[in-house]
């Protein structure tokens, strides 16, 4: 069965700080689909990013960059130069075989002044 | 184009009371999905839809149920409300067709069982 675990419960930075949020998965499947979402304090859960198992390319976004590394089975995301806005709660996914979202517990970022 | 919605945004029950929860996909979106988000068990499934059928199930008891309209709007209901209902109801849409399509969410009604 697929797994998504977020060992870090909470990080708290200073502004500018550059912060990375660990993302390990487990998965059977030879093509499988992970994401990112960002839930600020208002509740809503904001589509990051995707990434298809096929798809090795790291990305970057502005401030946003995602490592995908399946030797390690890691989808880590760093925010660079990280600012209070993105102080929220993240969480990283993934598609079980019926393509229900398969979430880990979540990280609690806290960024700061 | 309009984000998924949900109402309402707040609401507070009894217990042996039943709820329904509405959501509204993103234009053109035919599959909503539906999640429970508690502090004990994080976010968990519930259930799909797609063309009014159900397409997918979670494991929750026979008390929580769902349907989905022709125009892709869904509602959820939950009858004989538990204390163990309180939690934030999320509901994501996707995309026509694939099943592995992004899911999108809306803003989520918060439940509150007294």
């Known amino acids: 069965a697929q797994k998504v675990t977020q060992a870090q419960t909470e990080i708290s930075v200073v502004e500018k700080e550059d912060v990375t949020l660990d993302c390990v998965y487990e998965?059977?499947?030879?093509?499988?689909?992970l994401f990112w979402y960002k839930q600020p304090p208002s509740g809503e859960l904001v589509f990051l990013i995707r990434?298809?198992?096929?798809?090795?390319q790291n990305e970057i976004s502005g401030r946003y960059s995602w490592n995908f590394q399946k030797s390690t089975s890691s989808f880590n995301f760093t925010i660079t130069a990280s600012q209070v806005v993105d102080s929220a709660v993240y969480f990283c996914a993934q598609y079980d075989s019926s393509y229900k979202l398969i979430f880990g517990s979540g990280t609690r970022l806290l960024v700061r002044p | 184009k309009a984000g998924v919605t949900q109402t309402p945004r707040y609401l507070i029950k009894t217990r042996g009371q039943q709820v329904t929860l509405s959501c509204s996909p993103i234009?053109?979106?035919?599959?909503v999905s539906w999640y429970q988000q508690t502090p004990g068990q994080g976010l968990q499934f519930l259930f799909e839809y797609f063309s009014e059928t159900q397409r997918n199930k979670g494991n929750f008891p026979g008390r929580f149920s769902g349907r989905q309209f022709s125009n892709s709007r869904s509602e959820m209901n939950v009858s004989t409300l538990e204390l163990g209902d309180s939690a934030l109801y999320l509901c994501a849409s996707s995309s026509p067709g694939l099943a592995q399509e992004t899911q999108y969410f809306g803003p989520g009604t918060r439940l509150l069982v007294l």
């Open positions: 990434r298809n198992s096929f798809d090795e």
């Open positions: 998965t059977r499947d030879t093509t499988y689909y």
């Open positions: 234009s053109g979106h035919r599959s």
